[in-house]
């Protein structure tokens, strides 16, 4: 899946407008233009379209953690310039306060099927002996799972 994909989906599930996007950007302390949102939301083939990076995915999703959860007193976490699946789905569970159950739940609403242990794996350190990348399909099959869940309720 690419950034723009999963900037898409969730925009879809949480109902977001430009603008609101671009206050979840600022809740990270970070500034983006509606040029550059709009840009993002396009699909490859559209004119406009830019790609979004993985450093500001990072910033998208560290502001709706702080939307979601409140911010943290401090300084704002830095935005990995590197994101893996493992990593978008961690900050998705701390934004959306998910629990295991709830994220299985949630997993199972789109249809995939795992165990806590098989959950647990993507939590983990990429050094850890148990430690087990996310595939496409999860990440996927969570995001499909969290737009049944949270775009009912809207």
């Known amino acids: ?18 603008a609101k996007m671009i206050g979840l950007f600022g809740l990270a302390e970070h500034r983006v233009t509606q040029a550059q949102v709009s840009g993002w939301l396009k699909k490859e083939a ?4 830019q790609p979004c990076s993985d450093p ?15 911010k943290k007193e401090g300084e704002q976490p830095q935005p990995e310039q590197r994101l893996t699946n493992n990593i978008i789905v961690r900050k998705l569970k701390i934004a959306l306060n998910l629990r295991d159950d709830d994220m299985l739940a949630t997993l199972a609403l789109a249809g995939v099927r795992m165990s806590k242990h098989e959950l647990s794996a993507f939590f ?4 850890h002996k148990h430690y087990r ?17 949270y775009r009912a309720g809207s």
Request: aromatic content about 8%.
């Open 56 to 70: 500001q995915l990072a910033l998208f999703l560290n502001g709706l953690i702080n939307e979601k959860r409140g």
């Open 46 to 49: 559209e004119p406009g379209y």
């Open 1 to 18: 899946m690419t950034n723009n994909d999963i900037l898409r989906r969730l925009r879809y599930t949480f109902n977001l407008s430009e």
């Open 124 to 127: 983990r350190k990429p050094d």
């Open 133 to 149: 990348e996310c595939h496409d399909q999860i990440l996927r099959g969570f995001l499909n799972g969290v737009g049944l869940k």
